[in-house]
Nanobody
Framework: QVRLVESGGGLVQAGDSLRLSCAAS????????MAWFRQTPGKERQFVAA????????NYADSVKGRFTISRDNTKNTVYLQMNSLRPEDTAVYYC??????????????????WGQGTQVTVSS
């Protein structure tokens, strides 16, 4: 059983940066592809970014390309989401997810087996 714990959310102004972290435990971190999704009230969970087991392949939603960067440190069992040039529309609860298999960078939340509890990101205008 993999446990994921997100941190780093908060309240920032438009144009600011934040770095989210997701610490994994209870499994072999290198076996998992990792991803970030986000969700706002009343809407479905939305794909943000994904990274394969080695960090060599990434995938981004069009809305965050060029502004967000996903990375991972397998020595620390942690995946990161660096968010720059934040916009009010980036406001959401951000969730970390893990997919056993490791090689894919899927944008479909149904393919991810493990989820964190989420961290709130609020961007004021």
């Amino acid at each position: 059983q993999v446990r994921l714990v997100e941190s780093g959310g908060g309240l920032v102004q438009a144009g600011d940066s934040l770095r989210l972290s997701c610490a994994a435990s209870g499994g072999t971190f290198e076996r998992y592809a990792m991803a970030w999704f986000r969700q706002t009230p009343g809407k479905e969970r939305q794909f943000v970014a994904a990274i394969n087991w080695s960090g060599g392949t990434t995938n981004y939603a069009d809305s965050v390309k060029g502004r967000f960067t996903i990375s991972r440190d397998n020595t620390k069992n942690t995946v990161y989401l660096q968010m720059n040039s934040l916009r009010p529309e980036d406001t959401a609860v951000y969730y970390c997810a893990a997919e056993l298999g490791g090689g894919y960078v899927a944008n479909n939340p149904r393919l991810y087996q493990y989820w964190g509890q989420g961290t709130q990101v609020t961007v004021s205008s």
